[in-house]
């Protein structure tokens, strides 16, 4: 019998087991993966960015979450080994109407306690970021690079040094409440017992959620496919560090942008389109249940209704590299088509409630046998350490 079973191998249930151990190594813990290895979809697919909490509403769990994960991650980090570099980006508003959404952004860094950030001049982003075109910007220093997969091994490492239990290739299939415990049952047949499932499952998250609270879930997971180009070598010089637009305040994503790699290199992108497949990392992937589970709930109708257009100039940057490279020159004019070539993708978890609200911040749905986290898109990689001590800390109060 176990005490904890954490429900998925990404970031976010590796800390969230490593903080339950830490704070009361006596708990026996236990985390099950689907597949062979951690990281393997949305943590192992992301940007690598360590985000400040400059866009986040202040006082949400998004905010405060990413403030104190930031220096967590940090402090692991530098405890631990684990190289980062905090080299800093900058937030450029490119025409006249973007400017008062970029002071309203720097007003809300301030209010996130991002004292250092400073507005910049046109002169100033030459200085920072030569090639770029803006009329002015922000400066966030806070901001760094980092390889999550490699700081997710480091947690794998240090939850099985406190006598954490992990396996692999245990994709849950059903979880069985009784009255004292939970029975989670496995895609091998192996039944495990535990008295508290704590679900970090991601894409999955709500598909595990509805396995131990039916009734209470009204949220489902819609998947985002973004896509990344990344830039020749001989064209890195175009790019120092992070350069970010000013993002769209009434949709979920920050808009394609540049971003130097840990391991070098120079990524471009995201775009953001609707996924026909939950782990559809390529655009010809389809899952006919899912995307039909996808089309038939009616928050998500009412999401496409209300971003059709932005939807379509999505899709249209998706098969259209000219259209990409278009966007990417609203930031750096030299950047030309022939500089691209085909990158990564990621899948985000975008959790979708009956109404057709697109969930803005991490949410946490909890009953007497499990606590479900069921939207956790970034800065959840870089709020992991703070997510996972929340969520310990509802654990322990029922140890």
């Not at 030459?126 to 999550?148: A, C, N, R, S």
């Not at 990409?324 to 088509?337: D, H, N, R, V, Y």
């Not at 070539?341 to 991490?362: E, K, M, N």
């Not at 870089?382 to 996972?388: K, R, W």
């Amino acid at each position: 019998m176990y005490d904890i079973t954490v429900i998925g191998g990404g970031i976010v249930g590796l800390a969230t087991a490593l903080r339950i151990k830490e704070q009361k190594p006596s708990l026996k813990v236990l985390l099950l993966e689907k597949e062979k290895e951690v990281a393997k979809h949305q943590t192992g697919h992301n940007s690598g960015v360590i985000h400040s909490g400059l866009y986040y509403k202040p006082g949400s769990l998004k905010a405060t979450n990413c403030i104190r994960g930031y220096r967590m991650l940090i402090d692991f980090c530098d405890r631990k080994g684990v190289p980062y570099d905090l080299c800093g980006k900058i937030v450029v508003a490119t025409t006249e109407e973007q400017r008062p959404l970029l002071r309203n952004l720097y007003e809300r860094g301030n209010q996130n306690g991002l004292t250092d950030n400073r507005m910049i001049s046109a002169a100033e982003i030459k200085e920072i970021e030569p090639h770029v075109h803006g009329l002015e910007g922000i400066w966030v220093p806070y901001t760094g690079i980092i390889d999550y997969k490699t700081v997710c091994e480091k947690y794998a490492e240090c939850l099985q040094k406190l006598d954490g239990e992990i396996l692999f290739g245990e994709k849950v299939t059903d979880i069985r409440n009784r009255n004292t415990h939970s029975e989670v049952v496995s895609e091998t047949g192996k039944v495990f017992e535990t008295k508290l499932v704590v679900n970090c499952a991601g894409l999955y998250s709500d598909k595990v959620a509805q396995l131990t609270m039916p009734e209470n879930i009204k949220v489902r997971i819609i998947p985002f496919r973004g896509e990344y180009y990344k830039i020749k070598p001989e064209k890195h010089h175009l790019v120092k560090n992070l350069i970010y637009p000013v993002p769209d305040p009434n949709f979920p994503f920050l808009g394609v942008h540049f971003t130097r790699m840990i391991e070098g290199g120079i990524e471009a992108g995201p775009n953001a389109v609707f996924a026909f497949k939950r782990e559809g990392y390529d655009k010809l992937d389809i899952n006919v249940p899912e995307l039909l589970e996808s089309l038939s709930w009616p928050g998500f109708r009412k999401v496409a209704v209300k971003y059709w257009r932005t939807g379509m100039g999505e899709y249209y940057r998706s098969f259209s590299k000219a259209a990409f490279t278009k966007a990417l020159q609203g930031l750096i004019p030299e950047i030309q088509s022939d500089d691209l070539i085909p990158g990564g993708s990621g899948v985000r978890a975008q959790a979708c409630d009956y109404d057709g609200g697109l969930l803005d911040d991490f949410s946490i749905i909890e009953n007497k046998t499990a606590i479900n986290i069921c939207n956790a898109p970034s800065p959840a990689a870089t709020s992991s350490l703070s997510i996972g001590q929340t969520v310990s800390e509802l654990v322990l109060t029922r140890f």
